[in-house]
């Protein structure tokens, strides 16, 4: 059997560059985490993190916010519109949904875990 021991695109045959590689995952975080309109946070307090219940977005998230939602995707999960704010609180207090798994995972980002 052969090992190999460089990565290859099957399209291209080349090998990925770290610095283009390093750009299109930023380029797909901004897209991954894009709007338009308004959105509320609706997770747990972080003052010195730059996160408040209740914070509100326009047309997109800050930088610091957004590589914050890269290294913690469920914090985009409950950065919510408007007209979904009464059934993400009612999901939020459900064990077990998605909404309440989400905000586990952010509590935990938040104190300092993976």
Do not use: W
């Not at 090992?3 to 975080?29: C, D, L, W």
């Not at 747990?44 to 047309?59: I, T």
């Not at 409950?78 to 207090?93: A, G, Q």
Request: charged letters at 30%; one cysteine or more; glycine letters at 10%.
């Amino acid at each position: 059997m052969e090992q190999v021991t460089e990565t290859t695109i099957p399209k291209t045959g080349s090998i990925p560059n770290s610095q283009e590689t390093e750009k299109t995952n930023t380029r797909a975080g901004v897209e991954r985490f894009s709007f338009t309109g308004p959105r509320i946070y609706l997770g747990p307090n972080a003052p010195k993190k730059g996160l408040r219940f209740g914070m509100g977005f326009r047309d997109g998230l800050t930088k610091d916010i957004q590589e914050k939602c890269e290294a913690c995707p469920s914090l985009f999960a409950l950065i919510v519109p408007p007209s979904e704010v009464m059934e993400c609180r009612r999901k939020l207090t459900e064990k077990g949904s998605a909404k309440h798994q989400a905000l586990i995972a952010v509590e935990k980002y938040l104190k300092g875990g993976e």
